[in-house]
């Protein structure tokens, strides 16, 4: 394996790790609105504060995109920054 496979395998890993933790980070934001008797929460995903450096933040708008059908998916409505089911 190159140096330039290796860095776009870990690159590539790097990613969809980021991407199921945010999932995660948003469902438990979710659940733990929904044991309130809330019905709406902040949409994560719109916030690019969970986005650290440079090479993360290019993937804002493609998280936002893959994010979005996922939970729109699953019945969840999704306005601007909010997120409301």
Same mark, same amino acid.
């Given at each position: 394996?190159?140096?330039?496979?290796?860095?776009?395998?870990?690159?590539?890993?790097?990613?969809?790790? +980021? %991407? !199921? +933790?945010?999932? &995660?980070? !948003? !469902? =438990? %934001?979710?659940?733990? &609105?929904? =044991?309130?008797? +809330? &019905?709406?929460?902040?949409?994560? %995903?719109?916030?690019?504060?969970?986005?650290?450096?440079?090479?993360? $933040?290019?993937?804002?708008?493609? %998280?936002?995109? =893959?994010? $979005?059908?996922?939970?729109?998916?699953?019945?969840?409505?999704?306005?601007?920054?909010?997120?409301?089911?």
């Amino acid at each position: 394996m190159t140096a330039q496979e290796l860095q776009n395998n870990i690159q590539s890993k790097a990613k969809e790790e +980021k %991407f !199921q +933790k945010m999932v &995660n980070i !948003q !469902q =438990k %934001f979710i659940e733990e &609105n929904m =044991k309130c008797g +809330k &019905n709406s929460v902040i949409w994560i %995903f719109s916030d690019k504060e969970y986005f650290h450096n440079s090479f993360e $933040r290019q993937w804002f708008t493609e %998280f936002n995109s =893959k994010a $979005r059908r996922l939970f729109e998916q699953n019945g969840y409505i999704i306005n601007g920054i909010v997120i409301t089911w």
